[in-house]
Each structure stands twice: as C-alpha cells, then as structure tokens.
C-alpha cells in the first residue's frame, strides 16, 4: 500500500526556518517525481516545489523561490522542504504528492498519491 | 487570483448530474493535461481524473472528465451526499513554467 507521511510542520515566527519531511512507503519512490502543494487556512490548492526522480530537475512558485528548497534522498525514501525566511503568509497545511513527469519544459502529469499533510504556522 | 477559473459553488439534488467547468488559456489547459481532485473536509486531496478524462482504479464511472480547446469539465451524476467536497482543477503552465490550480469548486447536495 501506498503510503506518504508528512512531517515537520509547527508554529515557527517571521523570519525563522523549518524542514518538511515526507516519508515515503509502498512503492519505487526513486522512480516518482516528488511534489509540495500547500493550502492556507480555508483556501485552495498551491503548488510549491517539484523535483524529478533523480534530483536533476527542480522547480518552485515564484512565491517561494529563493526562500524553499526542495530534496530528496532515494536510499531513505524521503522528501524535504527546507523552509527559510519565512512570512505570515506561508501559513497553510504542506502535502507531499507523487507526479509521473518531469522534464526540463514540464514538470506535471498528475498527483496521484498525497500525504495527509502537515501545519506551518507562521507568526510571532 | 488562481490562473484557471472555475465557479465557487454548485449544487444538485441526489441522483441528478453536477458540471464543473475550468477554464484557462493555450498556455495552460489548451496545451496540457488536466487533472481533477476531490478534497473532502479535512482530508487530503484525491486523484479523480488524470490526462483529461481517465480515472483511477477504484473511482467509480460516476465522475468523467472532457477538454475541449481553454477549457475544460468534471462531470458526476448520480450526486450522492458523500459527494460533498471541493473540487480542484490542475494543469502545467507552460509560460509560468508552473503548476496551476483552479480554485476550487464547493459541491453541496441539496
């Protein structure tokens, strides 16, 4: 069985840093293209950050970009997100997710498994 | 301000048929695959309807999905109460080298 574990969310102020971790069970993950989105509280769906299967390939919203980095490890099935320079605005729950493509023009297909998501709140 | 549009709510009585359009442009929709997603409150996301119009295993022939040109529609009959969740469009952007999501759909059955 598929299985995505998100960890690492918490309440952290403005300007401080936090690691996402998912974790990942259940299938090949070095062969899944890994994903972030995010909700904030009683809002839709964003997308954060992809990374291809071998890490040859990132990509972030222009929102995060400089902010967030995305990795993995494939001997660990893990997935992080190292969050930096954080704002109020970045409060929202954080869901991993597996996708199928990745390439240097696109980097979806579809999220076809989800983690159940972890908190970040940020505010002083 | 989400890049594809789709309408805040909709609703349909049990058993009668619900459409929720998402509508983009040729950056977006026009030139890449749709998914769908079903969110029901307080869970994660799920995978309804991959490449335009294929389902999962396990999702019933209840929910379809089209595109035609910018645009493009989930379809579920037979509305059940469980049916009850937000909906989610989603699809590459190939100007914002981004993914993009509609912002969501409210099924209510009456």
């Known amino acids: 069985e598929v299985q995505l574990v998100d960890s690492g969310g918490g309440l952290v102020k403005p300007g401080g840093s936090l690691r996402l971790s998912c974790a990942a069970s259940g299938f090949t993950f070095s062969d899944y293209t890994m994903t972030w989105v995010r909700q904030a509280p009683g809002k839709g769906l964003k997308w954060v950050s992809s990374i291809s299967s071998s890490s040859y390939y990132i990509y972030y919203a222009d929102s995060v ?18 969050m930096n320079s954080l704002r109020a605005e970045d409060t929202a729950v954080y869901y991993c997710a597996t996708d199928r493509y990745c390439s240097s023009t696109s980097c979806f297909d579809y999220f076809d498994y989800w983690g159940q998501g972890t908190l970040v709140t940020v505010s002083s | 301000q989400s890049v594809l549009t789709q309408p805040p709510s909709v609703s349909a009585a049990p058993g009668q048929k619900v459409t929720i359009s998402c509508s983009g442009s040729s950056s977006n929709i026009g030139n890449n695959y749709v998914s769908w997603y079903q969110q029901l409150p307080g869970t994660a996301p799920k995978l309804l309807i991959y490449d335009n119009n294929k389902r999962p295993s396990g999702i019933p ?9 910018t645009s493009a529609t989930l379809g ?34 009456l």
Do not use: H, P
Not at chain 2, 61 to 69: I, L, N
């Open chain 1, 65 to 82: 970009k400089g902010r967030f980095t995305i990795s993995r490890d494939n001997a660990k099935n893990s997935l992080f997100l190292q």
């Open chain 2, 76 to 109: 579920i009959t037979g509305l059940q109460t469980g049916d009850e969740a937000d909906y989610y469009c989603g699809t590459w952007d190939s100007s914002l080298s981004a993914v993009v999501f509609g912002g969501g759909t409210k099924v209510t059955v």
């Open chain 2, 61 to 69: 022939d209840r929910f379809s999905g089209s595109k035609s040109g």
